[in-house]
């Protein structure tokens, strides 16, 4: 067990970051880590997985190269900052430790009680969850003082914003630590209290889920719905072509943490989310969703 006494790392001692899951989230997040001069562990249940993050996240680098963001010699350096791996033990060192597994409380309480007896006192923890109680999450640690929310947008390299979120116990030193880690990263950060979904996801997968029922209930075809909101509402993606990205399995896990987590009837998932799921059609990472992307131009489902 962590001593609670222990001081918590402190932004100048931050050297080491861990990050759990090699998925879109955390190979974004070991992206930037290592690209701000940190060293950088990416470990996830799947060695192959965690193999294969170092190829993403050079392809994305070679895409920054080739448009002037970052230098070769950027991300060569970077590059050489980050180990791959699929157990926890290599996390014995890391002074923070950011976990961006699949959005299932259940998985992410079973790995934090494990990573806690791997960690040295004085780290300090953080969820990328994008919805789930930061608070609930920490009881299961041994450092609820040390533990926050830290919850990047996707694709992470490219979107500024990083929303902090404190639980009941997380103390201000974690919090600040962790506020100027984000600016180091290059992150513009919005303070949000520990409610379902936050801020950006209590706002956005409303939105997504309405556009749902829109469909649902035969307003509008996909694609006249997603021309709509871009034309009509300056929307970069219109919100079904948005589902696809964020995946519908993430989409309708959000809508569930809102439902029950608020109890209004406003929140309640469409069906025909749940029935894409269902299916299996959860998006771009399934080759289809509200679109099939099976083809070089993505084709309306619906």
Known sequence: ????????????????????????????????????????????????????????????????????????????????????????????????????????????????????????????????????????????????????GMHFMNPVPLMQLVELIRGIATDEPTFETVRQLSEKLGKTTAPAEDFPAFIVNRILLPMINEAVYTLYEGVGSVSSIDTAMKLGANHPMGPLELADFIGLDTCLSIMHVLYDGLADSKYRPCPLLVKYVEAGWIGKKAGRGFYDYSSDEPVPTR
Do not use: W
């Open 1 to 148: 067990m962590a001593d609670q006494d222990a001081p918590a790392a402190g932004f100048s001692d931050i050297k080491s970051i861990g990050v759990i899951g090699a998925g879109q989230m955390g190979t974004g997040i070991a992206h930037v880590c290592a690209l701000a001069g940190y060293d950088v562990k990416l470990s996830d249940v799947s060695a192959e997985a965690a193999a294969k993050a170092t190829d993403i996240i050079a392809k994305n680098m070679d895409r920054q190269v080739r448009r002037d963001i970052i230098s070769e010699a950027d991300k060569t350096a970077a590059l050489a900052r980050i180990a791959t791996g699929s157990g926890l033990e290599m996390f014995a060192d890391s002074d923070i430790v950011i976990e961006a597994a699949s959005e299932n409380e259940e998985i992410k309480r079973e790995i934090f009680k494990a990573l806690c007896p791997v960690l040295k006192p004085t780290a300090l923890i953080c969820s990328n969850t994008s919805s789930i109680s930061i608070t609930r999450l920490a009881s299961v640690t041994d450092r609820p003082a040390k533990f926050m």
